[in-house]
């Protein structure tokens, strides 16, 4: 009786074995088919599906349904960062430390000047054009360019938290925000943007104005909006988080102006609709000669400001990289 209990666990031992073995696990989400090369000298830049983490800080096109395409993607003269940003959803200040090891504190990103470029010389472009199933969402096509990336760049990486120099995001008066940043309304269900739109200008018009200015015609997103009331550009989301708004501002401010990671220490939960517009150039920019009057705006139409402090960051580490094998 004990000899037939053993062979039946040996049985049962070396079935599970076999059903262990020939089980297949998850399939990794990948391209049907796909192809890379490099870019050609002085070809326009262009991408059919948004190459970035889903949230935009120039002007919304309208015909930018920030979709994957049907699942073709399409993309010229594009530097290998931007795939990067796209495949990982990079927030806008780990995109800044990945390019350009700018922020103290923080490790360098590993990656190289051809992958990167820099403030004053350009990245190596690629063209990329790839196939998946129709329904395949935007998400699911970041899982697949991460394959992709590492199948044809040899791209190996991961992140690393380092407690570094911040600013901290925080309301200049407990539980009150400014007149150009309110909680964003239930009755707004933020359609997609409309592609029928007669006239050019129209792609650089919100949808409707709301109670803090014009926004933009989709929810998510930063964005550059013209209002209807002046010819000045400001800065405008629908339905945000004030997570994202803070991870984006060194991107809409500078670098020069904002030196430092931007964290969110409002207390503030839920979604927002805010905009704000402050004087500058793209000379202030570099400069940083457009801090004073940005945080200056932050106050009087937010109600916010920065802090300096500390905190643990997560940013992008590239072990490996290496230039693309042949189709």
Same mark, same amino acid.
């Given at each position: 009786?004990?000899?037939?209990?053993?062979?039946?666990?040996? #049985?049962?031992? !070396?079935?599970?074995?076999?059903?262990?073995?020939?089980?297949? @696990?998850?399939?990794?989400?990948?391209?049907?088919?796909? $192809?890379?090369?490099?870019?050609?000298?002085?070809?326009?830049?262009?991408?059919?599906?948004?190459?970035?983490?889903?949230?935009?800080?120039?002007?919304?096109?309208?015909?930018?349904?920030?979709?994957?395409?049907?699942?073709?993607?399409?993309?010229?003269?594009?530097?290998?960062?931007?795939?990067?940003?796209?495949?990982?959803?990079?927030?806008?200040?780990?995109?800044?430390?990945?390019?350009?090891?700018?922020?103290? @504190?923080?490790?360098?990103?590993?990656?190289? $000047?051809?992958?990167?470029?820099?403030?004053?010389?350009? %990245?190596?472009?690629?063209?990329?054009? %790839?196939?998946?199933?129709?329904?395949?969402?935007?998400?699911?096509?970041?899982?697949?360019?991460? %394959?992709?990336? %590492?199948?044809?760049?040899?791209?190996?990486?991961?992140?690393? =938290?380092?407690?570094?120099?911040?600013?901290?995001?925080?309301?200049?008066?407990?539980?009150?925000?400014?007149?150009?940043?309110?909680?964003?309304?239930?009755?707004?269900? #933020?359609?997609?943007?409309?592609?029928?739109?007669?006239?050019?200008?129209?792609?650089?018009?919100?949808?409707?104005? $709301?109670?803090?200015?014009?926004?933009?015609?989709? #929810?998510?997103?930063?964005?550059?909006?013209?209002?209807?009331?002046?010819?000045? &550009?400001?800065?405008?989301?629908?339905?945000?988080?004030?997570?994202?708004?803070?991870?984006?501002?060194? =991107?809409?401010?500078?670098?020069?102006?904002?030196?430092?990671?931007?964290?969110?220490? !409002? @207390?503030?939960?839920?979604?927002?609709?805010? !905009?704000?517009?402050?004087?500058?150039?793209?000379? &202030?920019?570099?400069?940083?000669?457009?801090?004073?009057?940005?945080?200056?705006?932050?106050?009087?139409?937010? @109600?916010?400001?920065?802090?300096?402090?500390?905190?643990?960051?997560?940013?992008?580490?590239?072990?490996?990289?290496?230039?693309? $094998?042949?189709?």
């Amino acid at each position: 009786m004990h000899s037939l209990g053993f062979k039946l666990s040996v #049985c049962i031992l !070396t079935a599970a074995s076999a059903l262990a073995q020939t089980t297949p @696990g998850p399939v990794p989400l990948a391209f049907d088919v796909a $192809s890379v090369r490099p870019g050609k000298p002085g070809a326009p830049q262009h991408t059919n599906v948004p190459l970035d983490a889903g949230n935009v800080y120039a002007t919304i096109g309208p015909d930018d349904a920030r979709t994957a395409a049907g699942g073709l993607l399409v993309a010229t003269h594009q530097p290998l960062w931007r795939y990067i940003v796209f495949a990982y959803k990079l927030s806008a200040t780990q995109e800044m430390a990945l390019r350009f090891n700018y922020f103290a @504190g923080l490790p360098k990103s590993g990656a190289p $000047s051809w992958v990167t470029g820099g403030f004053d010389f350009s %990245a190596d472009p690629f063209d990329i054009s %790839a196939r998946a199933p129709a329904d395949t969402s935007i998400d699911q096509m970041r899982l697949m360019m991460q %394959a992709l990336l %590492a199948e044809r760049f040899h791209l190996a990486l991961h992140f690393q =938290t380092a407690d570094a120099p911040a600013f901290a995001l925080t309301l200049v008066h407990p539980g009150a925000t400014g007149p150009n940043l309110r909680p964003h309304p239930a009755s707004d269900t #933020c359609g997609p943007p409309t592609p029928q739109l007669d006239q050019p200008t129209a792609a650089h018009r919100a949808s409707a104005p $709301s109670a803090v200015g014009d926004l933009p015609p989709v #929810c998510g997103v930063i964005a550059h909006v013209q209002s209807s009331g002046d010819l000045h &550009d400001h800065n405008a989301a629908r339905a945000i988080p004030l997570s994202l708004l803070a991870t984006s501002l060194p =991107t809409m401010v500078g670098l020069a102006a904002i030196p430092r990671p931007v964290v969110d220490q !409002t @207390g503030l939960s839920g979604l927002y609709d805010f !905009t704000l517009h402050w004087n500058w150039t793209p000379a &202030d920019a570099e400069t940083g000669d457009n801090a004073a009057a940005f945080r200056e705006a932050l106050k009087a139409q937010l @109600g916010l400001e920065l802090k300096p402090t500390h905190a643990p960051l997560s940013f992008l580490i590239v072990d490996r990289v290496e230039h693309p $094998s042949e189709n």
